[in-house]
């Protein structure tokens, strides 16, 4: 886990007991418990300067200094029902995209003092997840109907993909250089794409058109609930995250199997990070722990024990490969 350019480096986890733990990746030690009362955490991101951390809870988004010791939020969105279940950041941190039980996904515009959500993405069933291409123009909205929504926000125009009836789209991931797009859904499958950038509108229009996507392949990933994906920073893996108590890493040059990391009393695994230089996993899993595993080796390297209930969540940052 590089740290040699003197990037922080930065693990919070969180889940059902109401806390946010910070830990030294290296050591596993536990450095700072922040508690986030009203409820369970249910996704967490780091803005990309490095200063806050959002945890996304029930009917609220808080926002926690990383590098201090005040244990409250400094901000709190809130006028959202139900739970929210995905948060992330456009990479000049401008603004922050939300999804949620309350069947959208919103923009937040963080540049203004008002703390509104300033565009609303309505479905008809509740969102599991929300990606941003790193184009920084499109997110992709998963639902629990099934359907993967193509939201450009330069033009407002959407596109919808179904890519197996009657599956619960749970999480989808994009590869930093947008070769690839995953989806997974409630019954273990992993559907991946190849993305083809759009094209430059004619002279005198701003922007392009729709990214389109080609099928590549279907995994069957897991015989139980999918949970994550994830493309690692280098792209070589693709690694998903299930109810059968495992994580697995697939290679994206041809999509077959590299490894399985599991461990006796895992449980579900909730969640899945990777560090910037893709040599090591995060996993936050059902079992209250987190693991820091060896990509080569397929071995856990360190635990992060302390939670007292299942972990959902975690927000990993080690620098800038």
């Known amino acids: 886990m590089g740290n040699n350019n003197g990037d922080q ?8 007991d109401h806390s946010i733990k910070f830990w030294q990746a290296h050591s596993g030690v536990c450095t700072r418990t922040v508690t986030h009362p009203e409820s369970q955490v249910n996704a967490l991101d780091i803005t990309p300067d490095s200063q806050l951390l959002a945890a996304a809870g029930y009917q609220h988004i808080r926002m926690y200094e990383i590098n201090s010791s005040n244990p409250n939020p400094i901000v709190n969105y809130e006028g959202i029902s139900r739970n929210v279940t995905a948060v992330g950041f456009h990479e000049d941190g401008h603004w922050m995209y939300t999804g949620g039980e309350d069947c959208s996904a919103r923009v937040w515009d963080l540049r203004t003092r008002n703390l509104q959500c300033s ?20 997110l992709l909205v998963g639902d629990q109907s099934g359907v993967i929504h193509i939201w450009d926000l330069r033009t407002d125009h959407n596109e919808q993909l179904i890519p197996e009836q009657d599956a619960s789209i749970q999480d989808i991931s994009i ?23 759009g094209n430059k509108l004619p ?9 389109q996507l080609r099928p590549k392949s279907r995994l069957l990933a897991h015989k139980r609930y999918g949970l994550k994906c994830k493309f690692s920073p280098d792209a070589k893996y693709l690694a998903t995250t299930s109810a059968d108590q495992t994580a697995k890493l697939w290679k994206t040059s041809d999509f077959s199997l590299h490894s399985t990391l599991q461990t006796e009393n895992q449980r579900w695994v909730w969640d ?15 079992d209250n722990t987190a693991r820091l595993w060896s990509i080569e080796t397929s071995e856990i390297a360190k635990e992060y024990i302390g939670h007292s209930k299942a972990l959902t969540s975690l927000a990993f940052q080690d620098g800038t490969p």
């Open 119 to 138: 565009r609303i993405f309505q479905v008809t069933a509740p969102v599991n997840c929300v990606c941003l291409h790193p184009n920084q123009g499109e």
């Open 272 to 286: 899945i990070a990777f560090s910037a230089d893709s040599q090591y996993a995060i996993t936050a899993s059902s």
């Open 203 to 211: 002279d005198g229009e701003e922007g392009s058109t729709q990214t």
């Open 175 to 197: 590869d930093s250089s947008a070769n690839f797009m995953a989806a997974i859904n409630n019954k273990g499958n992993c559907y991946v794409w190849s993305l083809i950038p």
């Open 9 to 16: 480096v930065i693990l919070a986890t969180g889940g059902y």
